[in-house]
């Protein structure tokens, strides 16, 4: 069943109140924290997504870690 296709673009790491965190961390976990809030609202789910770009500003092996290991938690949570 094909469902209705939504686009999100540009989500960032900042809280509702549009405060950016300082660290990466925080910034990192309140993008998949917003994007699973999309997905809520829309009554979908990460196993919906067909495609995922992920730009990451000032990249370092630190910052990878972290993206790697959000990632890992969203595969394992949907696909056990």
């Given at each position: 069943?094909?469902?209705?296709?939504?686009?999100?673009?540009?989500?960032?790491?900042?809280?509702?109140?549009?405060m950016?965190?300082?660290?990466s961390?925080t910034?990192?976990?309140?993008?998949f924290q917003n994007?699973?809030?999309?997905?809520?609202?829309?009554?979908?789910d990460?196993?919906?997504?067909?495609?995922?770009?992920?730009?990451?500003?000032?990249?370092n092996?630190?910052?990878?870690?972290?993206?790697?290991?959000f990632?890992?938690?969203?595969?394992l949570?949907?696909?056990?």
């Amino acid at each position: 069943m094909l469902k209705n296709i939504i686009h999100i673009v540009g989500q960032g790491g900042e809280y509702c109140s549009g405060m950016m965190p300082a660290d990466s961390d925080t910034q990192c976990h309140l993008v998949f924290q917003n994007i699973q809030t999309i997905l809520n609202a829309m009554q979908i789910d990460w196993v919906d997504i067909a495609t995922m770009v992920i730009l990451v500003v000032e990249h370092n092996r630190h910052k990878h870690k972290q993206m790697i290991k959000f990632m890992r938690y969203i595969v394992l949570k949907h696909h056990h």
